[in-house]
């Protein structure tokens, strides 16, 4: 397949079209693959691979000084990654992950984007876990990283739907008493939820020297608040009513969600943890380089 | 103090003020209920700007609402009246029409002065009390009331001016007339004070025997031609005087000039040829009349040709009329005019009063008979008495039969007599309309035959506006008396104190005529002969009863030439009529068939015009609107053709003021103030005037709303 025709599945809308999680997951995958001009899997590690030469910035403790002599020349010495990472992904199922505004739902990105997620892990020969919540943990399959976890977790996401309402705070405490070894924590959800009970959550796992990334999905209308008749807006969650004129308040409303996402960025800053505001119209690429960017600082 | 509204049918555009409400209500029901992810921020907002989203809703409704209301009752210009709306000296807008008169009356002098002159300076007191943005009409009341500025003027200077262009005429005085177009151009105008200001002599013949009122009741009178073209239209003064719930009524003001009452004038001459005498010998009769308070003794001179042939002394006690007449011989081969002279006095217009005798000449008349053979019908007298010797000299009778009167060449008879015919045929009925259309003269007969259904249904409503009631009868006899007979066609047939022979009547049909028809009537009997103009410009005259000895002693009396004479040479529109146009109607004159070529007419006063000839009934020339009294020569090639006599409208001779107990009534819904010319015209005036209209006020709210509401909506202030 073209180079250009992988890379239509970083759309999200395109890959919402796809028959199984697992082919959404390997297509996304394979297109975000072939826009890189080097392998993601490749590291180093015990397992030689290639010889690259040197490029100014490189360690030089990988310099193959062997072939330096026989050559004259400076080469890198490359080897197959050898992980021992344990990630866990961490999907919000909650009522409000439902909403859309006309394309995919959030939940629905979210869900492919725990699969591409968890294909590139388990492709890089680390272990991956998920869990999927909402007031609570609804569904959790401890990290592994055997063939068999790859069906295993993509079906999990297959099943996984709206529920009711959200607790990302608890959960987040839940969870953290439950993973005893340290590694990749990745977090999909709108965060709808009071950021005093996220933060320490989040921070919870920064304590226990996890790392974190926060995928912060939302849709555009959510940030931009693009209505204009008057409306009555009902509260997925809670079912709770408030008749408005979205016209007169929609510049208060998008600062109040500008402040509550600095906030958010900041906190998160403050705390070393990744946070990646995504809108459900974002190619999954930006998603997917964020966590390579992570996965090669924990080298 | 109080509140009216100058265009109150769009108050009903208040309602226009619920419309945002409407709107807001139901766009309220329909609604959108939207699923959102989370409440959470609009919760936020709600305890601050939601809350005064709200509160901004309510305030645009209310501006929106207030926005249509205020707009709405612009419209309606509300108006805020009374002594305290306007302020000192200030008042609302005012249309005012000064009704100036100019009449012959206007000129009698006092104190080294004309009424008329101090009528204009009232006229430039009311042009000191326009105000910038008042409007101004200026009509004058000589008959035909004249709208001086029919556009109206802004400007006191152009209205000054225009008052200063005006000047006495010899006119008679048509108040009514004058004050209906004065409402007639006060109704085109919105303004809030309408007022009109009559400024005059209020001469009593101005109101009361105007030709409006002559024409019937004020408010029955069908309303003259507007003279401004079509300011009044066809509408009821009372409509002008006030609109229907909006405009305040039109406010009259009646500034009388008082003079010098006491006035005698010539009001008539009757010029008549004398019957069994030489020929060429004519009696002059002359009413004379006096107005004053005490009696008169004065002579009374007859001029012709500018030369003065006779004189008669004549005793008048006050308010009496008496007749001077004279006798004197002319050569009737050619035009003459003269006039019968009065001494000085405060009003000179009337004091001269004018006439002019034609050249006598052959005149062919068509009599028709009724069909059938009646060798002593009322024609065969008619034929004798219109031609006794049977030469044709003076009058050419030609007899036909009524089915035959289709047939007849119509310009060749000025005059055509129906002697006793029962009914004419379709060709008949039509040649007898042109013949009047054309102004033709035609003396009806009636008697035996005449089937009075049929000429009730076809002829003589049209003819005379009269209708046949009935037959009077009186066996015995109605004679006609001297002291019966007091109609200037019978004068200078009285002979001492008996008429030159004795007439009895003993039937005659009872008519039903117009009250201004011209009616010779009969104690005990009723109207005998009645004459009317036609609108073709000629006479028509009906004699009630037959000439038929069965009917009167009219066929044996030596009076039957002389009455038939008079009653067809006024018919056929010879010197009588020549004499009687009085100032602001059209002389005609009569001119030979063979005249060709443009017709200059030398005024009295010096100045010339030009006549139209009318090739009508017979030829004649016409001058329209003939503004001086006077002789009028008309002339082709500056051969003379023809000579017209003008004079005042005898009305005018009466100079008493309308009485104050008469006023009430004169103006019909407008009400008239009497306001004496010595009193300051502020203190009546401006008092009333007083009164503010709001509707800038309610445009510049709605202009301050719409901006607020602009600012409301578009900003963030709240």
């Known amino acids: 397949m073209a180079e250009e025709s992988y890379r239509r599945f970083l759309d999200p809308v395109v890959v919402s079209k796809l028959a199984t999680m697992e082919l959404r997951a390997r297509l996304v995958v394979e297109g975000f693959v072939t826009g890189l001009h080097r392998s993601p899997y490749k590291g180093f590690s015990v397992e030689f691979a290639e010889h690259r030469q040197y490029m100014p910035g ?35 199922a909650s009522a409000s992950m439902a909403y859309t505004s006309g394309g995919i739902s959030k939940l629905e990105y979210g869900r492919y984007l725990a699969a591409a997620l968890i294909y590139l892990m388990l492709k890089q020969q680390d272990s991956v876990g998920l869990l999927v919540f909402d007031e609570a943990v609804r569904e959790f399959i401890p990290p592994r990283s055997n063939p068999r976890q790859l069906h295993l977790l993509l079906s999990e996401l297959d099943r996984a739907g709206p529920s009711s309402e959200t607790d990302i705070g608890l ?79 929609r510049r208060d409303y998008v600062e109040a969600v500008d402040r509550w996402m600095t906030h958010l960025r900041r906190e998160c800053g403050e705390s070393r ?24 600082r924990l080298g | 103090m109080g509140l009216t509204f100058l265009n109150g049918a769009f108050l009903i555009a208040a309602l226009a003020a619920l419309v945002p409400i409407v709107i807001h ?47 709405a009752l612009a419209l309606a210009r509300p108006t805020l009246r009374g002594r305290f709306a306007g302020g000192a ?93 004065a409402l007639g151009l006060l109704r085109g105008s919105r303004n809030l004070n309408r007022e009109i200001y009559v400024v005059g002599d209020l001469q009593r013949t101005g109101w009361i025997g105007s030709a409006r009122e002559d024409a019937g009741p004020r408010s029955d009178a069908a309303p003259a031609a507007d003279p401004t073209g079509g300011a009044t239209g066809g509408d009821d003064p009372a409509d002008a005087a006030s609109e229907p719930g909006d405009v305040p009524a039109v406010r009259g ?66 308010g009496a009329a008496g007749t001077a007449r004279f006798a004197a011989a002319v050569d009737e081969s050619k035009w003459h005019a003269g006039w019968i002279e009065l001494p000085d006095d405060a009003l000179p217009t009337d004091n001269r009063r004018y006439f002019t005798i034609p050249p006598a000449r052959r005149v062919e008349i068509l009599v028709v008979r009724p069909d059938g053979e009646d060798p002593r019908d009322d024609a065969y007298y008619l034929v004798r008495a219109l031609d006794p010797a049977g030469d044709g000299m003076r009058f050419a009778p030609a007899v036909v039969e009524a089915s035959a009167l289709g ?182 004159v009569p001119i030979e068939e063979t005249a060709r070529g443009r017709i200059d007419v030398e005024l009295p006063g010096g100045g010339t015009a030009i006549a139209e000839a009318r090739a009508v009934g017979r030829r004649g020339a016409v001058l329209a609107g ?38 009430e009534g004169l103006g019909g819904d407008v009400k008239l103030t009497v306001v004496s010319p010595d009193r300051p015209l502020e203190e009546e005036v401006l008092e009333a005037r007083h009164g503010r209209e709001l509707w800038r006020l309610f445009v510049y709210a709605a202009l301050v709303l719409i901006a607020l509401e602009m600012l409301l909506a578009r900003s963030r202030l709240i």
């Open chain 2, 25 to 71: 209500l139901i766009s309220r029901r329909r609604v959108e209920t939207i699923d959102f992810s989370s409440l959470r921020f609009l919760k936020e907002l709600e305890r601050k700007r939601i809350r005064r989203v709200r509160l901004r809703q309510i305030l645009l409704l209310i501006i929106r609402s207030l926005i249509l209301l205020a707009v």
């Open chain 1, 58 to 92: 490189d360690p030089l403790k990988h310099i193959d000084w062997k072939v330096y002599g026989k050559t004259d020349r400076l080469y890198i010495k490359e080897y197959e990654e050898e992980t021992n990472l344990r990630g866990h992904v961490l999907l919000d």
């Open chain 2, 253 to 318: 003001y009646l500034i009388p000039l008082t003079g010098p009452e006491g006035n005698l004038g010539v009001v008539g001459v009757e010029v008549a040829r004398k019957h069994g005498g030489t020929a060429g010998l004519f009696s002059f009769s002359s009413e004379v009349r006096n107005w004053s308070r005490r009696s008169v003794e004065m002579p009374v001179k007859l001029f012709v040709d500018g030369v003065q042939v006779g004189q008669a002394g004549v005793e008048l006690e006050p």
């Open chain 2, 89 to 181: 000296g200030a008042h609302a807008k005012t249309s005012v029409a000064i009704v100036l008169d100019e009449s012959a009356s206007m000129s009698r002098r006092i104190d080294g002065d004309d009424l008329f002159t101090q009528a204009v300076a009232v006229g430039e007191r009311i042009a000191d009390l326009l105000d910038e943005g008042d409007q101004a009409f200026l009509v004058t009341a000589g008959a035909p009331p004249v709208s001086v500025l029919a556009d109206g003027t802004y400007s006191p200077d152009a209205l000054r001016e225009a008052l200063g262009g005006l000047a006495v005429s010899a006119a008679a005085t048509d108040y009514p007339e004058a004050i209906d177009s």
């Open chain 2, 626 to 663: 003939v503004r001086e009294p006077g002789i009028y020569r008309f002339a082709i090639d500056a051969v003379p053709i023809a000579l017209g006599a003008v004079n005042v409208d005898p009305r005018e001779s009466d100079l008493a003021p309308v009485a104050a107990a008469e006023i």
């Open chain 2, 407 to 588: 047939s007849q060449e119509r310009r060749r008879f000025p005059v055509a007599v129906l002697a006793d015919v029962g009914r004419l045929d379709r060709a008949g009925e039509r040649w007898i309309e042109e013949h009047v259309e054309d102004g033709g003269g035609l003396l009806i007969v009636l008697g035996s035959r005449t089937d009075m259904r049929y000429w009730n249904a076809e002829l003589l409503p049209g003819l005379l506006g009269a209708t046949l009631r009935g037959l009077v009868e009186r066996p015995a006899g109605v004679r006609l008396a001297p002291s019966a007979v007091g109609h200037p066609l019978l004068s200078g047939l009285v002979v001492g104190e008996r008429l030159i022979d004795d007439v009895s009547v003993r039937r005659a049909f009872d008519v039903e005529a117009n009250l201004r028809e011209d009616v010779l009537e009969l104690p005990g009997l009723g109207p005998v002969l009645v004459l009317g103009r036609t609108d073709g410009g000629g006479e028509v005259a009906a004699l009630l009863t037959g000439v038929d000895p069965t009917w009167s002693d009219l066929p044996q009396s030596g009076f039957l030439v002389p009455l038939v004479h008079r009653l067809v040479g006024r018919l056929e529109g010879g010197h009588a009529r020549a004499s009687r146009t009085l100032v602001g109607e059209d002389l005609f």
């Open chain 1, 273 to 296: 943890i990744d946070y990646v505001p995504i809108q459900t119209s974002t190619p999954y690429d930006r998603a997917l380089f964020s966590y390579l960017e992570k996965r090669k």
């Open chain 1, 171 to 249: 959960v987040l405490h839940e969870l953290a008493r439950r993973i005893k070894r340290r590694g990749l924590v990745i977090l999909i959800s709108d965060l709808l939820d009071d950021p005093q009970d996220v933060l320490p959550g989040l921070k919870h796992f920064r304590h226990l020297k996890h790392e974190v990334i926060v995928f912060h999905v939302l849709d555009p209308r959510e940030t931009e608040f693009g209505f204009d008749a008057d409306a009555t807006f009902r509260d997925m969650e809670t079912g709770e009513l408030m008749t408005t004129e979205p016209f007169s308040i």
